[in-house]
């Protein structure tokens, strides 16, 4: 394979695009939204319960996705084949008003040179041809390290004055509210990303529709979940579609709202609504984050909401680099908290008590690539606010590597089957977060792809395994499954696989991408191709993979082989596992019913094919033509405006084979420990009497660290009491942390030294955490005295007003006002009166400690609050 | 007042001894000021606010405020630490030194109190701005004579008679309420 | 002499006054803190009033302080005893019926 790129600038201009579905994909998310509504009220009166409607919407909106993707294709190819005589050229840059924004490109076919007289449009538009002397450098677009931008490539010597061009997002908007100056509009973007997510997501929905008309069958709120599967959906395509930051706010938040109710589904045991409230507080802790860093966004690039203009000034030296900079960790703290990056992951995990269609769609497909996603649409802020171009690591790439890491180890020790997904999301979305980090943004967006439909596989075959036997426990009540279930062994198998990232699988060639976008393997080979010599990412990446194998390995072996454990327990294993209140017990497992199946198998076969997409460049000498076809039609030409110009790193035959040896090596490891040592013992046996841990105690202490989860919730968890020592060296390792990755940012993007920088970071980086320790604590401290009595009210009154009122209502118009009369006086007022006081008990229990009686406590309070009043009104004013 | 005076109605070059005692004298006081809140023997504790009183009025003195002066060694040197030998006698404080006299945890109070510091400074240089070297911020005690009795004195008993009267009924109150308060039952 | 010289002075003991205040748990000697306070108060003031040629008026609001402070300090006492009385102990730790 080659490992250079001979470099061609496709003309690096752009063009306007359109299109009937691309202008109005706003009404994918309209079906979804309305089809929720009409579930809520009307699905309980339906043959099907209301899935026929939620299925039916959600048919229709992957059927629009798919020719919405289907216009954009044609947009791009059309943009490519672009002339002077044809297209009207559009750049953006300041109007005859001075306004920001896409204006007609009238430089385009003479000269190369005057396309970089645009305003300021590239940032490195003068170091073309300076560097990297290797690489054949061609008509002047300014190609910062000689090498192509995406997509267009061609193993022919470049062509001069070449006018291809590339479509920019399709923004249809209208104005919303328009006061003093300040237009708020709402409106859709589409672009290649925005397509991509369309699919994946729709398609997704889909499949768990399907997958939960069996699995939730005969459930007590069948109804009610269909409901908000749609309304997740519809929140979800939103916040995908948007084109600013507001409705992008307003989608994640909705999104949290309807995860919340999902994993809540059967909120009547503690542990559920526990995990429900734990996730939805996580986020909230990270939305602040959010909204923090949209705020500065917004003030700092001229007050726009608009993502492009947001982007665009980013990218074009209009906004402050510290500006970007706080506003690109603010809203790193909500992607940490959303997409379950390291120390705010614990909701996720837990959020397992949900059904597994609400894991296999929420918590491994989409909701938690809403992090990645923002990510990935604001990478001009985060480009050039994290200085991801220079050769320091930034803070992005490092919790990125730290969450694949600290994932993968978690999830060795899990005997829970969907928690052992649940971190191997977690460590997945780290590669993704660590690909964005060091700026190989299409293999981040691949792997979100290929990762939606082989976990979501995997999920919806740990559900079908505990569909059988009414559990999720690996090592009580599984074991064996091959022979009772082979469909679902099969595409687990498949999917194990394309976790583990073996060729030819899906995973292979997402990972393998991400491994060689971190630019560390060159540096070995003495290629000076990088986006950084960020080895340490490509260490800490190449070791998840060995741990990804392995621990599915494990998987594989407790669930589908050895002898069948199970079967002796009357219980329902884990009460909210099954969602079959009324289903007869069986004596063996047997396999699942085709609602369950073919999603799996669809699933499974495009998890094998999936990886062509993006095959790499030049891969078995294949034309341009077929290699990288989603980076073609998915990453967005830096000419948009919108979008930094980054470099791709070379693929790398050897680092490839490398790889997969490494992954190889890792199933053989666990393999032999499993098939052959467990089993040596025993068929039926789970592990190693006397294995490693038992006979070393380091190795023992580490296991209970795991076991232990890190004890990060030991620290969250008002219940349980602070370890003192664990909270201190976690705050002591995350505010080091911190220091390291600001002082590494500060120094290399604003010339700042790097102690000042560090020593701010550390503080920093110790605030955060105790702030957040704090909340974390606090909130789930008030939220668990009033939770219960407050979801017992709303419950309620969901059952018998809104339902009821709407029979009554079609029955006898006086009947209904009697009972609207008894219902909302009597339980909706006297009950929530009843929940408010047990609310305002519970928050005085924590007020409590305050008022100790000690006189000069409260001086020293006073005292020190005037002192820093009066300092403010000296200093400040 | 002769004796005191006779350090004011030197020449200029002798300014110099006016800041000479105003630094002795500070630092005497600042000393036994952080001594009183620090010792842990009780009377140690009021005989230091002795030395820090006898420097506050010595400070006015140098101000060239006399009665001021002689009024706060009378009143407040006088009497109220003899009250407060009072109150730590009948308070049966142990004789030499007691622990628990500090909170376990003082570092609140540290902190405020640094803050506090601070946050006067900056305002005090604020103030100032060039505090050393402003000549119009420099007295020359010189250019009058201490302030007289008879100026203060008739000040009180004609521009503020009515606080003068106030501060009587005051003191009544003071009294009446101390005795009601401790008295035996 | 520098009025500055007479305002870093009075800060200082201001704020000793101020740890004593909050540190200190005989009440006796919060008391005791009071009047540092009390002083540095004085000595500002007289410095000021000597410095902007308004010496006067500064003696008679620092002799009425004077007055005050000692005022004060004869109800404050008198209370102390009678805590003392009530609970043969005048640790401020144990005088929390402000509590709950």
Known sequence: MNTTYLAVEAGDLAVEASGFFLENVWIIPAIMAVSFAIILGAGKRMPKGGSEIGIAAVGVCFILALLTAGQWVGQVN??????????????????????PGYVANKSVGADHSDDHSEEGDHSDEDDDHSDEGAFPVDAGAGSSDGESASGFTAFVDAEEGSTAAAPIAVISERTWWSNGGIDFTVGTMVDGLTVTLLVVVTLVSLLVHIYSTDYVAGDRRFTHYFGFLSLFTAAMLFFVTSANVLQMIVGWELVGVCSFALIGHWWEEQPNSDAALKAFLTNRVGDMGLLIGMIILFFASNEKWGIVDINAAAINGSTSHTLLLIASLCLLAAVMSKSGQFFLHTWLPDAMAGPTPVSALIHAATMVVAGVYLIARMYGV????????????????????????????????????????????????????????????????????????????????????????????????????????????????????????????????????????????????????????????????????AMTAAYMTRVMYLTFFGEFRGGHHDDHGHAAADAHDDHAHHGDPHESGPRILWPLRILAGLAVVAGLMNLPKGFLGLPSGITLRFEHFVEPLSATGYFPKISHADPSWSLAIFSTL???????????????????????????????????????????????????????????????????????????????????????????????????????????????????????????????????????VHENIIDATVDEVGKNSVKTADALYKYIDQGVIDGSVNAA??????????????????????ATVMFAGATLLAGLLIIVI | MTALSGTMVLAAETVVAQNVFFYLIAAVMVIAALRVVTTSNIVHAALYLVVVLAGVAAQFILLGAEFVGVTQVLVYIGAVIVLFLFGIMLTRAKVGAEDGLNHDNVAPAILTAVLLVLVMGYAVIDFAKVPWSDSSLKIDVLDRAPTTVEQVSDSIFSTYIVAFEAISVLLLAALIGAIVVARKE | MYLVQFLVLSSILFCIGVYGVLARRNAVLVLMSIELILNSVNINLIAFGAFNGAAIPAEVFALFIIAVAAAEVGVGLALVLTIYRNSKSIDLHQVDLLKG
């Open chain 1, 382 to 545: 985060f480009f050039n606010g994290l200085s991801i171009a220079g050769s320091s690591i930034n803070a992005l790439a490092v919790i990125g590597a730290v969450t694949t890491l600290v994932g993968a180890s978690l999830a060795f020790v899990q005997d829970d089957i969907k928690k052992v997904l649940a971190y191997s999301t977690i460590s997945q979305l780290g590669y993704m977060t660590l690909a964005l980090g060091v700026g190989a943004w299409t293999a981040a967006v691949f792997h979100l792809t290929t990762h939606a439909l082989f976990k979501a596989c995997l999920f919806l075959g740990a559900g079908s395994v505990s569909h059988a036997v009414h559990s999720f426990d690996m090592k009580k009540d599984m074991g064996g499954m091959r022979e009772f279930m082979p469909t679902t062994y099969k595409t687990f198998l498949i999917g194990s696989i394309a976790l583990a990232g073996l060729p030819p699988l899906a995973g292979f060639w997402s990972k393998d991408e991400i491994l060689a976008g971190t630019g560390g393997w060159g540096f070995w080979e003495g290629e000076s191709h990088a986006n950084g010599a960020y080895t340490v990412m490509l260490v800490m990446g190449m070791i998840t993979a």
């Open chain 1, 78 to 99: 059309a943009a490519e084949a672009c002339t002077p005589e044809t297209c009207d050229y559009v750049k953006y840059g300041t109007d005859e008003d001075g306004e």
């Open chain 1, 837 to 858: 006081g047990r609310g305002s008990q519970g928050a005085g229990g924590e007020l409590r400690r305050w008022s100790t009686g000690q006189v000069q406590q409260y």
């Open chain 1, 662 to 796: 490494v992954v190889a090596f890792a199933v053989g490891v666990a393999y032999y420990y499993y098939f052959v040592r467990v089993n040596a013992q025993s068929p039926s046996a789970t592990e190693l009497i006397n294995g490693p841990t038992a006979r070393n105690k380091l190795l023992k202490a580490g296991h209970t660290m795991l076991k232990n989860r890190y004890y990060l919730d030991h620290i969250y968890d008002s219940g349980e009491p602070v370890g003192a020592a664990g909270a201190t060296a976690m705050g002591v390792i995350f505010g080091s942390a911190a220091g390291l990755t600001l002082g590494f940012s500060l120094d290399n993007g604003l010339d700042q030294n790097f102690w000042p920088s560090a020593i701010w970071g550390l503080v920093l980086g110790l605030t955060v955490f105790t702030i957040v320790t704090a909340a974390l604590r606090t909130g789930v401290g008030i939220a668990t005295a009033t939770k219960r009595p407050l979801a017992n009210a709303a419950n309620w």
